[in-house]
């Protein structure tokens, strides 16, 4: 069994004395593993590293078998991850995000572009948060968690919205919300795509999206906890806002 792609690492883990396991994220074969020979090596190793863009040949007698990757670099985005705290911090939350989160070999073509372009804006704090925040929600909805931010769960309407639904992912206004108003999520109009996205504004959307994260996507795995990358990015993008 072989085949070639081309994908995101999310991770490496030294095996043996000289290899390495890869962990990968690609468009069409979704998260997925493999022995690199030498990939610990003065050679490989700075090759290898969490964000890099990879040229890959996967290779196995079986389908079902680990197998073995041959990587030949695309992409490094090591100078971008290395520019600041705050984007080490939001590479890290996102290769952890995705280990935790994706089946393993179950294609996520759209959530792989969208995880793309937010990589290649790594180092540009002014316009990462804001795409980051929006990645989530693209991560919610590729794992079956989507938020239905388009009109209000109660009245119909499409304007006014200011809540959601902690229970059904769903926006409401002030008049839908009634007297649950105080039991709803906010709903900033960054997660809507309005306006300009100040940065207590887009912390308002990550509490949003982390409660989901936390309490419908992280029970249906197993109840695990959320990967602690997702929290030290929050925090180091608090300290700014």
């Known amino acids: 069994m072989d085949w070639r792609d081309q994908g995101i690492l999310l991770s490496m883990r030294r095996h043996g004395e000289t290899a390495a396991i890869i962990e990968m994220f690609t468009e069409s074969r979704g998260r997925h593993a493999g022995v690199v ?24 007698r079986l389908e079902d078998h680990l197998g073995s990757f041959r990587a030949e670099p695309l992409r490094s985005r090591a100078a971008a991850a290395l520019s600041g705290r705050l984007a080490l911090a939001g590479l890290n939350a996102v290769t952890a995000l995705l280990s935790f989160s994706l089946p393993e070999r179950e294609p996520h073509p759209r959530l792989y572009r969208e995880t793309e372009r937010l990589l290649d804006l790594l180092g540009d704090d002014e316009i990462w948060p804001l795409a980051y925040l929006n990645w989530e ?10 938020l239905d931010l388009s009109r209000c ?6 304007e006014g919205l200011v809540y959601v639904s902690p229970k059904s992912g769903r926006a409401a206004t002030e008049d839908g919300a009634g007297d649950w ?6 709903l900033p109009p960054c ?11 887009v912390a308002r959307g990550l509490g949003t999206t982390g409660y989901f994260l936390t309490h419908r996507l992280a029970p249906a795995l197993g109840n695990h906890p959320l990967p602690e990358a997702r929290a030290r990015f929050v925090e180091a993008f608090s300290r700014r806002t």
Do not use: C, N, Y
């Not at 929600?137 to 989507?146: D, K, S, Y």
């Not at 769960?153 to 499409?158: D, K, L």
């Open 137 to 146: 929600l693209a991560l919610l909805r590729a794992t079956g968690f989507g």
């Open 181 to 186: 108003a105080g039991r709803m999520l906010p």
């Open 37 to 60: 020979r030498g990939g610990a090596s003065r050679k490989l190793a700075p090759i290898l590293q969490p964000g890099a863009q990879l040229d890959l040949h996967w290779q196995a």
């Open 153 to 158: 769960a109660v009245t119909g309407r499409t």
């Open 191 to 201: 997660l809507l795509g309005q306006g300009p996205a100040p940065d207590a504004e």
